[in-house]
């Protein structure tokens, strides 16, 4: 089945104390991204890929990291969570991006709810 | 500054009416527009991708449309049902950089 998987789906930590999200694509998708999502702010893009080795920041990237290894992977790392980076975590990913094609379509993972004590 | 905005945020009908959903963003020089649902607690599903040089696109009982020069696209649902009930988010990909920017969303609720 072509999914995008995210891991944890839940997770309770302490301040400082570094985690990685993972997500893994099975689909061969070139751009994969991160979001973060919080009531009344909506979902908000952390960091973007849009191949291997090539990683950009989006609107809120401060106090997180990524890598793009390889293909089918793009985790999240956070290096020393804070309590305002507790949020709904989405990973998403997509044949291609930027130009005019239908097949930019992002299909996203099931969600990370992470909360920082 | 690039923002998108879904007003309503909020819409309550009864079971079998027409409605449309809308959204308007800032900045014309996209790439495309795309429409999703959310279901409580779970992630998005994608419905519709409109292209920037596409006017419209339909998948069964829904309708987007895209009007570029006024940054303005509207999701027609046709005979809703209350399975139809879900937050609706539409996304813009901006070509300055591969960007996509989210509206907060519509809370859709179909009373039977």
């Known amino acids: 089945e072509a999914q995008v998987t995210q891991n944890p789906r839940y997770l309770i930590t302490v301040t400082g104390k570094k985690l990685t999200v993972t997500c893994s694509q099975n689909?061969?998708?070139?751009?994969m991204s991160w979001y973060r999502q919080d009531p009344g702010l909506g979902l908000r893009q952390i960091y973007y890929?849009?191949?291997?080795?090539?990683?950009d920041k989006g609107d809120v990237p401060e106090g997180y990291k990524v890598s793009r290894k390889e293909k089918r992977n793009f985790p999240l790392i956070l290096e020393s969570p804070s309590p305002n980076q507790t949020s709904l975590y989405f990973c998403a990913s997509s044949l291609t991006s930027g130009g005019s094609s239908g097949a930019n379509v992002l299909t996203f993972g099931a969600g990370s709810r992470l909360t920082v004590l | 500054k690039q923002e998108v905005t879904q007003i309503p945020a909020a819409l309550s009908v009864p079971e079998g009416e027409n409605l449309v959903l809308n959204c308007s963003f800032t900045d014309s020089a996209i790439y495309n527009l795309q429409w999703f649902r959310q279901d409580p607690g779970k992630g998005l599903t994608s419905l519709l991708l409109?292209?920037?040089?596409?006017r419209e696109q339909t998948s069964g009982r829904l309708n987007a449309s895209l009007d570029k020069s006024s940054g303005r696209s509207t999701l027609y649902i046709a005979a809703s049902q209350p399975g139809d009930s879900a937050t609706y988010l539409c996304?813009?990909?901006?070509?300055?950089?591969?960007?996509?920017?989210f509206g907060s969303g519509t809370r859709l609720s179909i009373r039977p």
């Open positions: 996304a813009v990909e901006y070509s300055s950089a591969s960007k996509i920017i």
């Open positions: 890929s849009m191949n291997v080795e090539v990683t």
């Open positions: 409109i292209q920037s040089s596409q």
């Open positions: 689909m061969n998708h070139e751009y």
